[in-house]
């Protein structure tokens, strides 16, 4: 019989070389279709029934399969990731970013961490499972989908629309940005449960003035208008916010370590946290940052418009306050337009986090899992709309050293060979228990 953690690795590295760049923020054409045919042909090749789709966008695609529990009255379990990745410019990386190396006891490329390594881990299970002909204690769902990265509108956010059948039944849901380890004190390790995430606006600002000669005096210049609106928001602090999850993961980690912390000041205990402290420090306010500007189009000409484009996140519950705030904070001359998603959040409790618990004590004796916000999102945000409770939980043992975080969308990005292994033991255990 041949073990699923044999499988991931190779996994891994076919579809890191697969490059499925998403460079599109307006859900565009795609490049997805040839991991979606990998994914597709791995699954169909040990006897599943699969769903190929396409949303309108050529190249979009998405893979659909499930696997029938025993007991049809309790609500299906989706495991679902992305296909797509960021851009990598080859020149600043170590290894070509879309070659799937397996170097140093890791595998690197565009896509390691975010998402395909994940995505080879539920593959290999699924495939697994499967083969062994095991009825799991309630449906599967396993479905690796486009445009993430973009927001999901030719993916995640189209098959809610359009194709809501695929998923009846489903009513918890696991994916990517949890389940990864944290060593705190002497060495002992927390895993930490996305529990909640950051809901997100991506402004589009424009600023208009008065257009002419550079050499002339200008008192309504459209590009000083705008920088001066971004430099108030980039120098702009959001009120501190301490949430549940974070809480309870500062609470946690003051457990662990014997090292309190004050809840009302939680930042020197975030400094505390070395690599993690960029991530949990993002989730203690909403942010702002400016991501791209465009004005002008001559070296002596003022234009008469410029336009900039910002990456806000908020907080559950702060989305009023958040855009009230941000217009406050610019001004009443700089038109804003935006597209957004909304905060996810669920409550760390009930049988799937008992069952995660086991499947991590099983083969990490010892360990904790805790909750997180995560600052960034995922397709979460389009799947909560079918009702489905959501987990970040792609279970990774990490080596202490490896500042995990900084590897999403980073050079260099890569990860463990032995984390893959250990993560589709974990995955396989809590599957056949869920």
């Known amino acids: 019989m041949i073990d699923p953690a044999d499988e991931v690795v190779r996994f891994a590295s076919e579809l890191i070389a697969i490059d499925t760049t998403n460079a599109s923020d307006n859900g ?31 190249g979009r695609g998405n893979v659909i399969a499930r696997l029938p529990g025993a007991d049809a009255g309790r609500g299906a379990l989706l495991v679902h990731g992305h296909l797509d990745v960021v851009p990598a410019d080859a020149a600043e990386w170590s290894v070509h970013p879309f070659s799937g190396e397996i170097r140093d006891g890791y595998v690197w490329g565009r ?7 994940t995505l080879a881990m539920t593959l290999a299970v699924a495939r697994g499972l499967r083969r062994e002909g095991v009825v799991p204690p309630r449906d599967l769902i396993f479905a690796y989908v486009a445009d993430e990265e973009a927001g999901g509108f030719t993916g995640a956010r189209w098959l809610v629309d359009h194709r809501p059948e695929l998923f009846e039944g489903a009513t918890e849901a696991i994916s990517e940005v949890g389940g990864f380890s944290v060593t705190v004190g002497d060495g002992a390790r927390a895993y ?34 705008l920088a001066a609106a971004i430099t108030r928001l980039d120098q702009h602090r959001f009120p501190l916010v301490l949430t549940g999850p974070v809480r309870d993961l500062l609470a946690g ?11 009302d000041d939680p930042e020197p205990a975030v400094a505390r946290l070395g690599h993690l402290s960029r991530l949990v420090g993002a989730t203690l306010r909403d942010t702002a940052a400016v991501t791209m500007f465009e004005a002008g189009y001559k070296g002596n000409v003022v234009p008469s418009t410029a336009r900039a484009t910002v990456d806000g ?8 306050a958040f855009e009230a705030e941000l217009a406050a904070v610019l001004g009443p001359d700089i ?18 986090v008992d069952a995660m618990a086991a499947a991590i004590g099983a083969e990490d004796p010892g360990a904790r899992l805790l909750p997180y916000m995560l600052s960034a999102g995922t397709d979460a945000k ?16 990490l080596p202490p050293e490896l500042d995990f975080s900084s590897l999403f969308h980073g050079v260099d990005e890569r990860v463990p060979v032995e984390g893959l292994r250990f993560g589709v033991r974990v995955l396989d ?6």
């Open 429 to 434: 255990r809590l599957l056949r228990n869920c």
């Open 335 to 352: 038109e804003r337009e935006w597209d957004s998603l909304p905060p996810v959040e669920t409550t760390f409790d009930g049988a799937l």
């Open 382 to 397: 389009s799947f909560q709309g079918l009702g489905i409770r959501h987990f970040g939980f792609a279970p990774l043992r």
């Open 111 to 117: 896509g390691a961490v975010d998402m395909k390594g």
């Open 313 to 320: 996140r908020m907080l559950p519950g702060r989305e009023k």
């Open 28 to 58: 565009g054409p795609g490049t997805e279709r040839p991991a979606a045919e990998y994914v597709a042909e791995k699954l169909t090749e040990v006897g599943y029934d699969v769903t190929y789709v396409e949303s309108g966008a050529r």
């Open 253 to 263: 980690l003051a457990e662990m370590t014997g090292v309190p912390f004050d809840p």
């Open 192 to 225: 930490l449960v996305e529990t909640a995430e950051k809901g997100v606006m991506w402004l589009r600002l424009k600023a208009r003035g008065v257009a002419g000669h550079g050499s002339l005096l200008h008192t309504d210049n459209a590009v000083a208008k």
